[in-house]
């Protein structure tokens, strides 16, 4: 019975560094079939739908690295609900379950949140001129759009992980909004 065992919840953006949730192990992670992307209008983290920001998702083709946080079965319940409520807010993501290989070549199921293609806060693949001005404007209940991106993109250093896009922006971004 899945209920009684550990829940594995794979990361690969926010997650990886403020999962908010207690876990007994975290490992690196890669999932294939979906990619890391800034395809997300945020209208409630990281924005509003007036000023929207731009984050994460999970978005379909080629692989993606990130981190797998295992949790306790006896809190796989209260995960799962906290889970909903974070990244299901806007129900802008599909909550999954997804093979990931860990980097001790262990092989998990676990939860992951991919992108709802059809839902109006999905981004798309949009030009980098685009990007910029949407993190520059993000600001929501979990603070700025560019803390967001440089949170990510120093997690994602620390786990060995180069993402361009991520330097690309925070490379580009006046100055004073990156400090």
Not at 162 to 178: E, G, I, K, M, R
Request: charged content about 25%.
């Amino acid at each position: 019975m899945r209920d009684a065992e550990d829940l594995w919840v794979f990361g690969y953006g926010s997650l990886m560094w403020r999962p908010g949730f207690e876990f007994e192990e975290q490992a690196p992670a890669r999932v294939r079939g979906y990619h890391r992307s800034l395809c997300v209008f945020s209208h409630v983290h990281r924005g509003t739908p007036e000023k929207p920001g731009l984050v994460l998702g999970l978005d379909r083709g080629g692989t993606c690295r990130g981190v797998a946080f295992r949790v306790a079965a006896r809190r796989r319940a209260q995960t799962l609900s906290y889970l909903r409520e974070r990244e299901q807010v806007t129900s802008v993501y599909r909550e999954v379950w997804l093979a990931a290989n860990l980097a001790d070549d262990r092989r998990v199921q676990g939860v992951a949140y991919v992108v709802d293609r059809a839902h109006p806060q999905y981004a798309g693949r949009l030009p980098l001129a685009d990007v910029l001005p949407l993190i520059a404007q993000g600001r929501g209940i979990s603070g700025t759009n560019v803390d967001y991106v440089r949170a990510t993109h120093e997690h994602l250093l620390g786990e060995g992980i180069l993402d361009p896009t991520l330097s690309f922006v925070l490379q580009n971004l006046p100055l004073a909004q990156v400090r």
